[in-house]
């Protein structure tokens, strides 16, 4: 199934594409990093099974709204170094991130790298369908993201 183009950010950062793969693909070093830079991500919610199938996991903790984002989705293709893709689910109940039903509107997510020199360009991009006025705010949150993945880079 083919889904609309909702919005891509990309950046480049100073480190070889093996540290960028696996900052995005070990569960542990994902919840380190994978949230804006204001928030944090619940401990223990991330899980990265990197084969095709595989569960892909992570939630994000917003207390200023009192509530838990979290989503869940399989990865859908893997090219070592090179493109990882996957379906993401969101909900805020932790019981359906618990049951994980994977029959709810997902999105699609792809996250393409390519090796600079010594640093590595990534690309995420995110497909499915939103409510007007939701795609700005989520490209403005992933943006954070990258900003928090940077700041973990240089740790």
């Known amino acids: 199934m083919t889904q609309a183009f909702l ?7 100073p480190h070889d594409v093996a540290t960028l793969w696996s900052a995005w693909t070990d569960a542990a070093k994902l919840e380190s990093w994978y949230h804006p830079t204001d928030l944090s991500s619940l401990p223990g919610a991330t ?33 070592e170094h090179t493109l990882l893709e996957h379906t993401m689910h969101y909900t ?24 600079r020199g010594t640093s590595t360009w990534v690309k995420y991009s995110q497909f499915g369908e939103m409510p007007e006025g939701m795609v700005e705010r989520t490209q403005a949150g992933m943006e954070s993201y990258f900003d ?4 973990f880079l240089s740790a």
């Open 47 to 79: 899980t990265s099974e990197l084969q095709i199938g595989g569960l892909w996991t992570c939630s994000v903790d917003v207390p200023a709204f009192n509530m838990v984002a979290y989503f869940f989705g399989k990865y859908t293709n893997i090219s």
């Open 7 to 13: 919005y891509s950010v990309e950046r480049e950062y």
């Open 92 to 115: 805020q109940s932790a019981e359906e991130f618990a049951t994980k039903d994977f029959t709810t509107p997902s999105h699609l997510v792809t996250v393409d790298f390519e090796p």
């Open 148 to 151: 928090s993945l940077g700041n």
